[in-house]
């Protein structure tokens, strides 16, 4: 009898372990130690990682996060944080089958995502990350994956440095006199402005003044010389 209560014991602990957390992460940090001695789950390489659809973030302008691998998952935890690893910084989109995690305290709920239903979800599955307002450093996406419980990996994490900011335009402007062949009044100014990048924050004003000048010249033609040769009858 006791034998039998043991062994029951144990199947309900590994249904316990197996659907304790059907509705998200059971915890904010994808830590390793955390997730096993505090979850009961076990480690193991699962083949699966993130990428990212471009190597830079510009501040207001969204990408994406896709699980890359083979197979399926079911569980999730994902959030990007500054060079410090703790500040999370940018939201997710919040997808049916994921939510937002306001239990996480010290940052925006909708920083870090997780599963909301322990649906099969497929490798290529993507979520979307709206950057910060302001670019702050380099962002390190970071996060845990539950293949099939009572088994989870841990992320590599995927960095992403500032893009560069856009480089300031510059504008020269050129004033050239139209030249004027019969008035001393002072011709019009013709000007022409062009704009081009520079890679410094710099100003650049250019002006170029041309003065009319006018030219006259004459020149004097002596009349053409004619002789009539006289001859005696």
């Known amino acids: 009898m006791v034998k039998f209560l043991s062994a029951f014991a144990v199947v309900l602990a590994s249904v316990a372990s197996t659907f304790a957390y059907p509705t998200g992460a059971g915890t904010c940090n994808a830590d390793a130690t955390a997730i096993h001695y505090g979850m009961g789950f076990t480690q193991n390489p699962s083949g699966f990682s993130l990428s990212a659809s471009s190597a830079v973030y510009t501040p207001g302008t969204p990408?994406?996060?896709?699980?890359?691998?083979?197979?399926?998952?079911?569980?999730v935890l994902l959030y990007a944080t500054l060079d410090d690893g703790t500040t999370r910084v940018g939201t997710w989109q919040i997808d049916s089958g994921f939510r937002s995690?306001?239990?996480?305290?010290?940052s925006d709920p909708a920083a870090s995502i997780t599963h909301s239903n322990p649906n099969v979800k497929n490798a290529g599955t993507t979520f979307t990350w709206n950057p910060p307002a302001s670019?702050?450093?380099?962002?390190?996406?970071?996060?845990?994956?539950?293949?099939?419980?009572?088994?989870?990996?841990?992320?590599a994490s995927v960095v992403l440095a500032p893009a560069a900011p856009p480089a300031p335009v510059v504008t020269t402007t050129t004033t050239v006199a139209a030249a004027s062949s019969s008035?001393?009044?002072?011709?019009?100014?013709?000007?022409?402005?062009?704009?081009?990048?520079?890679?410094?924050?710099?100003v650049v004003t250019t002006t170029t003044t041309v003065a009319t000048v006018t030219v006259t010249a004459t020149t004097s033609v002596a009349p053409a010389y004619s002789a009539t040769r006289r001859c005696k009858a």
């Open 183 to 202: 008035s001393p009044a002072p011709a019009p100014l013709v000007s022409a402005t062009s704009a081009y990048a520079v890679s410094s924050p710099v």
């Open 135 to 155: 670019a702050s450093g380099n962002v390190h996406f970071q996060g845990a994956i539950v293949p099939d419980m009572p088994y989870f990996d841990i992320f």
């Open 101 to 106: 995690m306001p239990e996480c305290t010290g």
């Open 63 to 75: 990408l994406t996060i896709t699980v890359q691998g083979s197979g399926t998952f079911k569980g």
